[in-house]
């Protein structure tokens, strides 16, 4: 699957996607070619290092900038963002319970 210009890579290996992400402010995703469903989906996932995990839904592919991200942090806390153009700059929460309400 090899890497992008921000060192980033996806592998699958040993049974399980490994998505690693070097820089700061910055996510890897996996995505999932060549699907199409109404979905209901369980992800289950470790975080090994960094600050969240989650899952992006929604793109066409992996350069489309319209998408949908669930994020779980380390400290329990989520959120569903909905991107319109791939940066946080015009990004749209649909939910986010803030840490004390978790």
């Not at 890497?3 to 700061?24: D, I, L, M, V």
């Not at 070619?33 to 969240?52: K, R, S």
């Not at 992996?62 to 791939?86: P, Q």
Request: net charge negative; hydrophobic share 35%; proline share 3%.
């Amino acid at each position: 699957m090899g890497w992008n210009a921000n060192h980033a890579s996806c592998q699958f290996k040993e049974g399980t996607y490994h998505a690693f992400q070097p820089r700061q402010g910055y996510f890897q995703a996996c995505v999932a070619h060549l699907t199409d469903f109404n979905f209901a989906f369980e992800v289950e996932t470790v975080l090994l290092q960094g600050d969240y995990t989650g899952m992006l839904f929604r793109a066409v592919n992996s350069l489309d900038t319209h998408y949908y991200l669930f994020r779980v942090n380390k400290d329990g806390s989520y959120m569903l963002k909905r991107y319109i153009d791939g940066t946080d700059n015009n990004v749209i929460s649909l939910y986010w319970p803030g840490p004390s309400q978790v």
